[in-house]
């Protein structure tokens, strides 16, 4: 099958997904320009490069939505880091990240309100190569009551371009009834392991049928274009750390 004719696939079952009534569960993407509609977090908001962050803490995502940042279970701060001077990977030089300071996780962002559409940019605290190491990125989606709506994943390799490349993990859901999200990061062994994660991007609801559908020819171009990165061979080797954190 042909990238061109997945990509269209996928946007059929995003078109069937924002059209039906009934739960239809969780349908995840790589395109952040897919979900992105007015819910966004800079984490330049919640400290400085550098900066030890309490958790939980809470953030905006907009004028109307807010979430509780976390992780479950455990006493370590997260930490504020920026790509090419605290953190050396995939992310696009200067970008905040939020690292999950030596701890597994998970990260879990719980929502104030309701929403239909999450993701993020993530990497995991080792990279190089060649080959690059591999991973896998997870995220679990919650309604009301911790009930699992359904999760998605993505495969991925870790190396240190800096060049923006960082794989993105979102989802869609059938109903705007998304209240919690966990993510995680295992290695190639299966083991969990500590992360960085640029500003999430989401949506509270996505557009209704009559205007989605206007969108459907820009997207339809958008994903036409779409290619998967290649997979740079880098020399392996542990991603150095400020010797404050």
Avoid at 27 to 43: E, F, K, R
Avoid at 90 to 100: E, K, M, S, Y
Avoid at 146 to 160: A, K, P, Q
Avoid at 233 to 244: I, M
């Amino acid at each position: 099958m042909t990238k061109k004719l997945k990509s269209c696939f996928f946007l059929a079952a995003v078109v069937l997904i924002s059209t039906m009534g009934a739960h239809a569960g969780i349908v995840g993407t790589d395109s952040p320009a897919l979900i992105s509609h007015g819910l966004a977090v800079d984490w330049t908001s919640v400290g400085v490069e550098y900066a030890y962050i309490q958790q939980p803490f809470s953030i905006s995502l907009s004028d109307a939505i807010g979430a509780t940042v976390s992780l479950p279970g455990s006493t370590a701060d997260l930490m504020r880091v920026d790509e090419g001077t605290s953190w050396f990977g995939d992310f696009a030089l200067g970008t905040p990240l939020l690292w999950t300071n030596w701890d597994p996780g998970p990260l879990r962002f719980v929502f104030d309100q309701p929403i239909q559409a999450f993701g993020l940019h993530i990497q995991p605290d080792f990279g190089g190569g060649p080959p690059p190491p591999p991973f896998t990125a997870t995220m679990a989606v919650f309604g009301t009551g911790d009930i699992l709506l359904g999760s998605v994943s993505l495969d991925g390799f870790s190396t240190l371009t800096e060049d923006g490349t960082a794989p993105f993990l979102g989802f869609f859901s059938s109903q705007r009834d998304v209240v919690r999200v966990d993510i995680g990061v295992i290695d190639e062994d299966g083991f969990p392991v500590d992360f960085a994660v640029d500003g999430p991007v989401g949506s509270a609801s996505i557009p209704e049928p009559g205007g989605f559908w206007l969108a459907v020819p820009p997207l339809v171009a958008f994903l036409a274009r779409h290619s998967w990165r290649s997979r740079p061979d880098h020399q392996r080797e542990t991603r150095p750390k400020d010797a404050s954190a």
